[in-house]
């Protein structure tokens, strides 16, 4: 077919039937597509196209659909790959992004839930791609003794932890490195949280970071929470899986 506006109303109904899985009329063609002929033309041209083909008419009183031959003739002759290749190029580095986003914080998940079972204490970490705050363990700290017997104390530490922006606010307001820094009772900034300590650290993975850490009673024990955040976190720094 050597006919250039033929070609592009070919063009039309291949690319519109691919978005919409809707027959596609000379109105929609006219309006959509920008052609600067009259209706009578479209229509003209259409039922040429269906004559060699390369488009048919599903049922009665409606639009055209592609033929497989008007598929053939498009992606031979008419396809701008040129478009397809930036459009497909970005949606896939759109695609791979959410995909890494997604991976890490399944690691990040992992992390929190190593930390929180091995120190029985509440474990967090921030999300990279967000202003949230993950954690886990929120029942240990609650049943110990001195939360138990205290409804304010443990209110608080709820309260702290369900404030998402407070306590990234928080975290980002400490002097925090790659060591694992520790805050004590009153050392702590906020005062919903000095019945607590705070064992902290700042990550990074893949090109990401954030803070990691635990969060429980003063008399919790710091030696061996200090060993197992640093573990944690050079496993979810360095390996694939934790």
Do not use: W
């Not at 290749?85 to 998940?109: F, G, M, P, S």
């Not at 990074?204 to 635990?214: A, L, R, T």
């Amino acid at each position: 077919m050597s006919d250039d506006r033929k070609q592009k109303i070919l063009q039309a109904i291949v690319k519109h039937f691919i978005k919409t899985a809707e027959p596609v009329g000379s109105k929609t063609i006219l309006v959509s597509y920008s052609f600067h002929v009259s209706p009578a033309t479209i229509r003209n041209d259409m039922a040429s196209l269906e004559k060699e083909g390369l488009i048919f008419q599903p049922y009665t009183s409606a639009g055209r659909v592609p033929t497989d031959s008007g598929y053939r003739l498009y992606i031979d002759e008419i396809a701008d790959y040129k478009a397809a290749k930036k459009n497909a190029l970005a949606k896939l580095d759109k695609v791979r992004k959410q995909y890494k986003n997604e991976k890490i914080r399944e690691h990040i998940y992992d992390a929190v839930s190593l930390l929180s079972r091995a120190t029985e204490n509440v474990s967090f970490a921030t999300l990279p791609d967000n202003k949230r705050t993950f954690y886990l363990g929120l029942s240990n700290v609650l049943k110990q003794p001195e939360f138990a017997t205290d409804n304010i104390q443990a209110s608080q530490v709820v309260e702290v932890l369900e404030n998402n922006n407070n306590f990234r606010t928080l975290l980002e307001s400490l002097d925090i490195d790659k060591s694992i820094k520790t805050f004590i009772g009153k050392e702590n900034i906020l005062e919903q949280i000095k019945s607590c300590s705070l064992m902290v650290t700042y990550y990074k993975k893949d090109g990401y970071k954030g803070y990691m850490g635990i969060l429980g009673p003063t008399r919790m024990n710091y030696p061996f929470n200090k060993i197992i955040l640093e573990e944690v976190k050079t496993l979810f720094e360095h390996k694939k899986k934790l």
